[in-house]
Nanobody, 124 residues
Framework: QVQLVESGGGLVQAGGSLRLSCAASGRTFGSYSMGWFRQAPGKEREFVATISWSGGNTYYADSVKGRFTISRDNAKNTVYLQMNSLKPEDTAVYYC?????????????????WGQGTQVTVSY
């Protein structure tokens, strides 16, 4: 079992940057692949980025590719999402999620553990 707590959200102007963090409890963090998802008001939850257990493999949604970077520090039990060149359409609640073993996935159904989410608001 792993518990996830996101932080780092906030209000930023378009073109700005934020770094989200997701701290995980438990000694087996390094065995999980991790993902970031987001949900805007009135929309379904969508995939943002994923990273394998070792950090050696990453994958991004087309909408964030080149602007967002996912990384992890297994010694600190933390996964990050660096968000640059933010756009108003990036406004959403951002969730981190843990998937039991293997490579990451773009499907939210593959993730067994979820954080409570952190709000990101990008103004014009």
């Amino acid at each position: 079992q792993v518990q996830l707590v996101e932080s780092g959200g906030g209000l930023v102007q378009a073109g700005g940057s934020l770094r989200l963090s997701c701290a995980a409890s438990g000694r087996t963090f390094g065995s999980y692949s991790m993902g970031w998802f987001r949900q805007a008001p009135g929309k379904e939850r969508e995939f943002v980025a994923t990273i394998s257990w070792s950090g050696g493999n990453t994958y991004y949604a087309d909408s964030v590719k080149g602007r967002f970077t996912i990384s992890r520090d297994n010694a600190k039990n933390t996964v990050y999402l660096q968000m640059n060149s933010l756009k108003p359409e990036d406004t959403a609640v951002y969730y981190c999620a843990a998937k039991n073993s293997g490579l990451g996935s773009i499907s939210s159904y593959q993730y067994a553990h979820w954080g409570q989410g952190t709000q990101v608001t990008v103004s014009y």
